[in-house]
């Protein structure tokens, strides 16, 4: 899950781990979360940081992710960082693709990000990885 602990995706992240999935929450490292503390104690996921922005410093966090919880099967994207969005999600395909399955859920607030998610189910038809997109209220 991409997002900050407190919003949407930070919840979404809580809960899933708390039915018993699997779960890694990547925060952007670039901002600072008041109020929020580091999580890391208390948090039922696996919380890690980095910049979005910095395509290798995603790569890093998706290797690790799949190191301490096993091969990604789905991402759901709550940023509000595109870059969060394509790096976050480009990287966890490649073994999507490569087990035949997978979905990526993408809550969008703006155009890019539709265009995005809306491209990538089209590339992605028939090639066993679902795209979902959700567009929420800016």
């Keep these: 899950v991409t997002s900050r602990p407190g919003d949407l995706g930070g919840l979404i992240a809580r809960r899933a ?5 699997r779960v890694a929450l990547l925060c952007d490292s670039t901002r600072e979360y008041p109020g929020e503390g580091d999580g890391r104690e208390s948090a039922p996921y696996l919380r890690l940081s980095c910049d979005p922005g910095v395509r290798s410093e995603v790569q890093a ?10 091969p ?3 991402v759901i994207n709550a940023t509000s960082s595109l870059w969060a969005t394509i790096h ?9 693709a490569e087990r035949g399955r997978g979905r990526v859920v993408n809550i ?4 890019p990000g539709y265009g995005f998610s809306k491209g990538l189910h089209a590339q992605l038809n028939g090639l066993g990885v679902r795209v979902t997109t ?5």
């Design 88 to 96: 976050a999600t480009l990287e966890s395909l490649r073994g999507m």
């Design 17 to 21: 781990a708390e039915e018993g999935a």
């Design 72 to 74: 990604i099967e789905i």
């Design 108 to 111: 969008v607030s703006h155009v």
């Design 61 to 70: 966090a998706i290797r690790e992710i799949e190191s301490r919880i096993g």
């Design 134 to 138: 959700v567009v929420s209220a800016p």
